[in-house]
């Protein structure tokens, strides 16, 4: 890879992300940690706002702007597959945005990479969320982005009912369903749920601030703490 093509790729990767580590670039551009070090200083000195410091990490300061991207053609093709994959499991309003997303980027590509991103021969045969599922994916998606409280009236694997009063985390795709991760305020840990399995879900005005210990953080590092 020219270095020029790897600057470019650093600023990408780093104006993605809130904190970017030196080891995370090193490994996804295939260099060295010093290397790395090497590149950020250079384009700080060319003027680019990189704020952060070695050990910690890196993030591109508010209000830097590149001009846009032009993609090859096999990143448009990895555009492609993924909207195809992810729109049949995705909530309506979001696989609506999605598709209204890609279609402004195969708007803007040269003829001969928008041929080779719309031929691609990869397609889903997963039938698509009933539309119950879709607008209850949609009420969780949004009340875990707004951070409101939600009550929920579940019924297991069991078919054992139950009422809880949740913070939701974030939805989980498992290939087949789509689970809710929330902490739960009657058990006081964290639990999973169903969506499919959910009979009824009220979106409370009562909303929540992150809690040491009851985060999406806190559960992720539970999870991979177990054996």
């Not at 982005?145 to 139950?162: F, G, I, M, N, V």
């Not at 985390?169 to 399995?197: I, P």
Request: aromatic fraction near 8%; charged fraction near 25%.
């Amino acid at each position: 890879m020219r270095r020029a093509d790897r600057l470019f790729q650093l600023v990408q990767l780093v104006r993605g992300r809130r904190l970017t580590t030196a080891d995370f670039l090193a490994e996804r551009l295939q260099v060295s940690t010093r290397t790395v070090y090497r590149d950020i200083a250079d384009l700080q000195a060319q003027g680019v706002p990189l704020d952060g410091e070695a050990g910690v990490g890196y993030r591109m300061r508010a209000g830097f702007d590149l001009p846009p991207l032009m993609f090859t053609h096999d990143e448009a093709k990895a555009l492609v597959a993924s909207v195809r994959l992810a729109q049949p499991r995705l909530d309506g309003a979001l696989a609506a945005q999605a598709e209204m997303a890609l279609a402004k980027i195969m708007g803007a590509l040269p003829p001969g990479v928008r041929t080779a991103a719309e031929s691609l021969a990869l397609f889903t045969v997963t039938r698509a969320l009933d539309e119950g599922t879709r607008q209850r994916l949609q009420q969780l998606r949004e009340a875990t982005e707004q951070r409101q409280k939600l009550h929920l009236h579940y019924l297991d694997l069991h078919d054992k009912a139950s009422q809880r009063t949740v913070r939701p985390l974030g939805c989980f795709y498992w290939d087949a369903v789509w689970t809710l991760a929330a902490w739960c305020e009657l058990r006081q840990d964290f639990r999973s749920f169903r969506v499919d399995r959910l009979r009824a879900v009220t979106t409370l005005e009562q909303r929540f601030r992150d809690e040491p210990g009851k985060t999406l953080a806190d559960l992720q590092r539970a999870v991979g703490a177990r054996p």
